[in-house]
């Protein structure tokens, strides 16, 4: 089992920048993909960015060039740096990891961070 946890979600104005932290515990060897999703009031979970345990990214095409995903395998932690940010990134934060690397499904997901960009 896998716990996630989030942070720094906050309010920013549009063009400001936030940085989002994940950081996992629990059963972290087994090089899990991760990624971040967002979802706002009345709409599904939207994927943002993933990262495979070596470090390959996707991103969706709304954040490219905006945001950039990393990890730090070794403080089992992942980061979204989220530049330019825009009123429609508005939303919920939510970090998630697969059970392992061969695993597409996320299984395992945080609480959620709210990310506010006022215009």
């Known amino acids: 089992q896998v716990q996630l946890v989030e942070s720094g979600g906050g309010l920013v104005q549009a063009g400001g920048s936030l940085r989002l932290s994940c950081t996992a515990s629990g059963r972290t060897d087994s090089n899990p993909r991760m990624g971040w999703f967002r979802q706002t009031p009345g709409e599904g979970r939207d994927i943002v960015a993933t990262i495979t345990w070596r470090g390959t990214t996707y991103y969706a095409d709304s954040v490219k060039g905006r945001f950039t995903v990393s990890r730090d395998n070794a403080k089992n932690t992942m980061y979204l740096q989220m530049n330019s940010l825009k009123p429609e990134d508005t939303a919920v934060y939510y970090c998630?990891?697969?059970?392992?690397?061969?695993?597409?499904?996320?299984?395992?997901w945080g609480q959620g961070t709210q990310v506010t960009v006022s215009s």
């Open positions: 998630a990891a697969t059970k392992n690397a061969v695993e597409v499904r996320y299984d395992y």
